[in-house]
């Protein structure tokens, strides 16, 4: 008697566990990772606080080097920075998506008296609210050294 082998088949594809876990996965990244990543509001308000903090520091350091006071003024729709007195330097307007950007109208001498020292319009650290409900960033201006920074 002739015994017949016959090859063993190997099978192509996923099996149902393995289908079934991807598509959990995907599915957890349509709930929480997307949403995220399709909303660029936070990250345009982002972009803006570092492109503000850069220009603040510009501004105080130009303000030193001429012996000139420079006056940044804060309001909804964005910054503008000027001599006291005199010509304007630059203004950085609030992103098209994220107006108005600003939470409250402001303003801060850079060099004050000629003394290196910045004076805020409250007289103590300035609080600049960039954006509004959860998508808020807190930055905050100190009184006296001109320091731009976010806040704790």
Aim: charged residues 15%; proline residues 5%; glycine residues 10%.
């Amino acid at each position: 008697m002739a015994m017949r082998r016959e090859r063993p088949t190997r099978d192509a594809g996923f099996t149902l566990v393995e289908l079934v876990m991807v598509m959990l996965i995907v599915g957890v990244l349509a709930v929480f990772a997307l949403p995220r990543l399709l909303d660029l509001t936070s990250w345009r308000l982002r972009a803006y606080g570092d492109e503000l903090q850069a220009q603040m520091m510009a501004m105080q350091r130009l303000a030193v080097a001429q012996r000139r006071a420079v006056q940044a003024t804060l309001s909804t729709s964005g910054v503008s920075f000027a001599y006291v007195g005199g010509a304007t330097l630059a203004s950085l307007p609030c992103p098209a998506a994220a107006t108005p950007c600003l939470g409250a109208a402001a303003s801060a001498t850079f060099n004050s008296g000629n003394s290196g020292r910045t004076a805020t319009s409250t007289g103590s650290a300035l609080t600049v609210t960039l954006g509004s409900g959860a998508g808020a960033q807190v930055w905050r201006l100190e009184h006296e050294t001109g320091l731009f920074r976010p806040a704790p």
